[in-house]
């Protein structure tokens, strides 16, 4: 690996990467949580020189690799469309600019019950969505309703992955926490769970819990999905499939002297070459899905600057283990047998990149590092595969995603490394591809065989990894391997309801030895991935979780 590369600014964001090892479940207690006034909320932007304050452009122009799935965000689960609710949405808790420890975001305040199972929120007050109607305790009961009861009018009839997810499904199903959410009086809302969910606050921060104008969504039905309206500090104005979409300020917006950009535009250029060279000729002003063997060309352009977000994610192959020849725990055990990850890495991270070994990356606490990887072994790929009935190998398609993801810079190249690994023990494989959104789509429904895809986490807790990823309550939705093992599922719930961190945290290290055991998919790297900008910008500040509200960027 060439772990030279870019010495001095990895050296910063280890820094960065260390903090989030600390970031734990908030203590259940009564205690007050104090609001910051509204300037500490949020992280200031680095203040323009005096010569060249207000000058300058107003708009930021952001190259990307893939268009938005969707712009509701309780009904999308991918980065791209993260990338645009962040900064049309807000949630009741938010994250620190560079980590995922808890703050003030709508909710000024908020106390927890010694029980662990009442959460009173206070509100800001004088909050309006973009449509003019007001954000209150009410407009927060009706989205929740929303989400949580597969009867409202105005749920999605396919469901929400997320809320599923994080919350153990819906009214009404054995494992949801959420008993009741009660409007107190306009400023105060009340959460009764039915048990103690110790990530609930961490839950409650993740991009996808935005609140939207109940009105809009009555207004726009089905249609919502293109049409946001929120309370965050840009209002949407377009939406060009596969070519942009454009937000503008929201000059109503509650925190004042931000937003400071006057427009956003999110810009889609699929081939990561080419997005640096708009970059380079004035087309986009900022990208990300940088080639890692370009950022030391980025990084000695006087021009440009080089941003490394915090790494806290996993890019993986994986199987539906519901079909065969992948219901045989020996036949994913030859597989990853026989993929050489340290050459992966080599070849396609550029030093930003880590073999992988757990289903969840070091940076967060619960990772069981006594767990080894399995070592590049030919040999015993081959005599599984025989004790599995494969003495000749077997053929099979092999999904891999269209665009770059944080976790995996080019899956189109990294599949076709992997086929010619897998041809060695006999393997064959046909590569499949598909439009982004297809591809998320066929592999929630199981209509995959082998895959590739990853995961960034969403709230620093080892629950949004594996309980996102691998209970079998989310067989559906973020469980696309449709795994399911009664005892690593109790394991996971107990860690949830445990309101110690050092219990929890062997809780999932057991989960994670059970995991390694059955091979529902194998880890292949955990990436720092590097974000390319004009040297004019200033207050832009990557986050771990994978996207960012844009509100203190500007031009210097």
């Known amino acids: 690996m060439k772990k030279s590369l870019l010495t001095a600014a990895l050296s910063g964001m280890m820094a960065l990467t260390m903090a989030l090892t600390g970031c734990g479940s908030p203590q259940q207690t009564a205690q007050q949580t104090p609001a910051p006034s509204d300037s500490s909320a949020q992280t200031p932007a680095q203040p323009a020189p005096a010569d060249t304050a207000n000058k300058g452009p107003k708009q930021l122009i952001f190259g990307r690799g893939g268009d938005s799935v969707g712009l509701d965000p309780i009904q999308t689960d991918d980065g791209e469309s993260a990338k645009i609710t962040e900064n049309v949405f807000e949630t009741l808790v938010k994250y620190e600019p560079t980590n995922t420890n808890i703050v003030p975001g709508l909710a000024e305040s908020w106390e927890i019950s010694p029980d662990g199972k009442t959460y009173t929120f206070k509100l800001r007050q004088g909050v309006k969505f973009h449509d003019g109607t007001d954000f209150n305790a009410e407009a927060v009961v009706w989205n929740f309703n929303r989400w949580m009861d597969k009867s409202n009018p105005f749920h999605n009839k396919d469901g929400y992955v997320y809320y599923n997810d994080m919350f153990g499904g819906y009214k009404g199903d054995k494992d949801h926490v959420i008993d009741t959410v009660k409007a107190i009086d306009a400023s105060t809302v009340e959460f009764k769970l039915f048990r103690p969910v110790s990530p609930f606050l961490n839950n409650l921060g993740m991009y996808c819990f935005g609140i939207s104008s109940p009105t809009a969504v009555q207004k726009f039905g089905d249609k919502y999905i293109e049409n946001p309206v929120g309370t965050g500090p840009f209002k949407f104005v377009e939406w060009k499939r596969n070519d942009s979409i454009t937000l503008e300020k929201n000059p109503d917006y509650w925190n004042k002297g931000l937003p400071k950009l006057d427009k956003l535009v999110f810009k889609v250029i699929p081939d990561n070459s080419a997005r640096l060279t708009a970059l380079n000729s004035g087309e986009i002003d900022i990208m990300d899905g940088l080639n890692p063997d370009d950022a030391q060309s980025v990084k000695d352009n006087k021009d440009l600057q080089l941003f490394l977000r915090p790494g806290m994610n996993v890019g993986f192959l994986s199987f539906n283990v519901e079909k065969k020849p992948f219901d045989n725990p020996k036949v994913r055990e030859a597989i990853a047998y026989a993929i050489n990850k340290p050459a992966l890495i080599e070849a396609f991270f550029a030093g930003l990149g880590e073999p992988a070994v757990n289903p969840m990356p070091p940076s967060v606490w619960g990772y069981n590092d006594a767990i080894k990887d399995r070592e590049y072994n030919l040999d015993k790929a081959k005599q599984l595969l025989a004790e599995a009935g494969f003495p000749n190998g077997f053929k099979t398609k092999f999904w891999a995603m269209p665009v770059p993801r944080p976790y995996m810079p080019d899956g189109q190249k990294i599949a076709e490394a992997i086929q010619q690994d897998l ?91 059970l995991i390694y055991k059955d091979v529902p998919l194998i880890p292949i790297a955990h990436a720092t991935p590097p974000i390319a900008g004009k040297a004019g910008i200033t207050g832009y500040q990557p986050h771990p979780t994978g996207s960012e509200s844009l509100e203190n960027v500007e031009w210097k």
């Open 423 to 513: 041809k060695k023990i006999g393997v064959e494989t046909e590569i499949v591809t598909m439009e982004w959104a297809t591809y998320l789509e066929k592999t929630k429904n199981g209509e995959q065989d082998m895959y590739l895809l990853g995961w960034t986490g969403d709230n620093g807790d080892p629950d949004n990894f594996l309980y996102v990823l691998l209970d079998k309550n989310n067989i559906g939705s973020g469980n696309r391997s449709r795994y399911a093992n009664e005892e690593v599922h109790k394991l996971l719930l107990q860690a949830q309801s445990e309101p110690s961190k050092d219990k929890r945290t062997e809780l999932y290290k057991q989960a994670q030895e």
